[in-house]
C-alpha cells in the first residue's frame, strides 16, 4: 500500500499535522498522513520538532502539487505551541483538523525507566493534547466545526510482549482523553476520533524497537514482527494514513469518540 490516489475528500480544509516529520529518513505515520491529507486537497501546516524533517515533508507535498508550510515547535512547549496556533490562523484563518501525531517511547518496564524518561514521555505524548486543545478549541468552537484525530497505539489497550511501561500508558491516557473531548465538544460540532495503529513499518521503529525482536539483525526483526500480525506483516503508515484522511473528512460526519483500530488483527489475537 502506497501514496493513495488523489481526491478532493479535504478540499478546502485546513490541517494542522504535530508530529509531521520522521524520526529518520522515509515515511513515517505522520509524514505519510500529512501528504495523504495534502492528496486529498487538504492544506498542511507540518509541525515537528525537527525543522528539516518537516520541510522534508513539505517538499514531499510540494512535490505533489500540494500546499503546506513547515512549523518547528517542541508539542510540550506551550508558548511554542501558542505561536504556531497564531501563524496557522494569521496565516488561513481557520483550522479545521488538528492531526496529534507526534510520540515518543521507551521501552522498559517499572524498574528500567527512569522518572526522567517517564515524565518526558507523559508530557510529549499526553500533556501535549491538553496544550494543544487549549489553543485549538477556541478556533473550533467559533467555527462550529472541526475534527480532531489522535493517534495512540495497541499498546495503550493489551500487553504488546515486551515491556513498554511509560509508553503504553501514556498511549491508554490519550485515547480517553480523546473520548474526553469527544464528549464534551460534541454539540459544539468539534468530532474527536483515536486511530489506534499497531505494528507499522516506519524508519522509528528500525532505530528503537527493532532490537526488542532481534538484537542483531534488522531483518530477523522485522520477520518477527511481521510473524506476529494474523494478517502476516505489518501495516504501512499509508494504512494508518488512510484511517486518518476519513477520519479528518466530512465522509465521518456523524463518527466522534470512535477508537479506530488499524492493525492487521493483531489485538484479537489473544482475547
Ligand atoms: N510505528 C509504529 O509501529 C507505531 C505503532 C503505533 C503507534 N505509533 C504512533 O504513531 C506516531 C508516529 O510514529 P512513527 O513510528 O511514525 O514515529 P516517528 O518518530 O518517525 O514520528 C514522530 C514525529 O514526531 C516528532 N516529534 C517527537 N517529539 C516531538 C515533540 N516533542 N514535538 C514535536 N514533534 C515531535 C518527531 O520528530 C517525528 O518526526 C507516534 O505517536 C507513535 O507512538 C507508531
Redesign the pocket.
Known sequence: MTMPEPTHRLAGKIVLV??A????PGW???RACAVAMARHGATIAA????RT?AEDTVREIEQIGGRAIALQ????DADAMADVVNQVIAEWGRIDVFHA?????KTGGPEDISMEDWHRIQH?NVD?LLIASKLILPHMRRQRAGSIVT????AGLRYIGYPHLAYSVS?AALIHFTRMLAQQYAADGIRANVVI????D????QKNVAHMFDAASLDNARAARDKQVPMGRMGT?WEVANAVVFLASDEASYITGAELVVDGGITGKYV
Open positions: 504535530a508530529g516529520g520522521s524520526s529518520a513515517s505515520i505522520g509541525l515537528d520538532f525537527d524533517a515547535a517542541d508539542v510540550g501525531n507526534a510520540g515518543i517511547s510529549v501535549s493517534v495512540a497505539s495497541v498511549k495503529p499497531g505494528l507499522i516506519t524508519p522509528r521503529i503508515p
